[in-house]
């Protein structure tokens, strides 16, 4: 099993940044696939970032603006949020699956999940 614990501060002012963490414990052997994922209300969640093997995948909505890294030795992983927007307003979740995805911005792709965090960004 793996668990996954999200954090980091929840609130920006429109072009700010904040970054999110991720911690993962339990058995995490490589090759592992790192996701981010958000659902603002009302809508469907929707896939952010993906990172496998020291390749990251983006969303053409943060792509530019955002960026996925991992540090190995403590098991986490971060989702650096630039130029924020109101519209990245939402609820992110931390999900993670043993092996390469198909479809790495898929949450179907993903065996397990963090809790969530809100990120709200005000205009």
């Known amino acids: 099993q793996v668990q996954l614990v999200e954090s980091g501060r929840g609130l920006a002012q429109s072009g700010g940044s904040l970054t999110l963490s991720c911690v993962a414990s339990?058995?995490?052997?490589?090759?592992?696939?790192f996701g981010w994922f958000r659902q603002a209300p009302g809508k469907e969640r929707e896939g952010v970032a993906s990172?496998?093997?020291?390749?990251?995948i983006y969303a053409d909505s943060v792509n530019g603006r955002f960026t996925m890294s991992r540090d190995y030795a403590e098991n986490t992983v971060y989702l650096q949020m630039n130029n924020l927007e109101p519209e990245d307003t939402a609820v992110y979740y931390c999900?993670?699956?043993?092996?390469?995805?198909?479809?790495?911005?898929?949450?179907?792709?993903?065996?397990?999940w963090g809790q969530g965090i809100q990120v709200t960004v005000s205009s």
């Open positions: 999900a993670a699956r043993w092996g390469k995805a198909a479809l790495p911005l898929s949450q179907d792709e993903y065996d397990y």
């Open positions: 339990g058995f995490i052997s490589d090759p592992f696939t």
């Open positions: 990172l496998n093997d020291g390749i990251t």
